[in-house]
């Protein structure tokens, strides 16, 4: 039996967009849906709460790499809580633990994880209608980076990138 594949879904915290938090609660839904494990940031703000959420509601499994050493604020949709105490480099733990990442939308912690995922030769989506940070990303590594306008685009690149492609 093969592992269960590991999506981690990256993105704004406290200053997430509605869209964000929209995209990033539909994406937890529908990687729920496929019986993959979700992997965020684990805290209860933004699109790690809105991506947790979703993945709950559909079913999933979901862990969250916490940058510190309690639970005070993680999502209640986080089945796994991994206390790291390592503040910001804890976004390498979830670069290396997922087999593709998704960033949804951008921020600067984002913006770590997509050069830590892109560094380590990881997939990344950008989930985002921000184009210079796409034009930047998809410039450094043309071959690891997808550009994704909608959750169903997100889903496509990421079954292409599992070789999933339904037919």
């Given at each position: ?41 684990g805290r209860n703000a ?122």
């Amino acid at each position: 039996m093969m592992r269960k594949m590991i999506i981690g879904v990256m993105g704004p915290g406290d200053s997430a967009t509605e869209i964000d938090i929209k995209n990033a609660y539909e994406l937890g839904k529908l990687i729920g849906q496929e019986d993959w494990i979700l992997l965020t940031g684990g805290r209860n703000a933004g699109v790690m709460d809105a991506a947790n959420k979703g993945a709950k509601e559909a079913g999933g499994l979901t862990i969250g790499i916490l940058p510190s050493n309690h639970t005070n604020n993680v999502s209640n949709a986080v089945d796994v809580a991994i206390l790291t105490d390592l503040g910001n480099a804890r976004n390498n733990i979830n670069v290396l633990s997922s087999d593709v990442i998704v960033a949804c939308g951008i921020g600067l912690g984002t913006v770590s994880e997509i050069a830590l995922a892109l560094k380590n030769r990881k997939p990344v989506i950008l989930l985002s209608e921000h184009l210079e940070s796409q034009e930047l990303f998809k410039n450094l590594s043309p071959n690891l980076t997808f550009i994704a306008v909608d959750t169903k685009t997100t889903m496509k690149h990421i079954q292409k990138i599992f070789n999933l492609q339904k037919e």
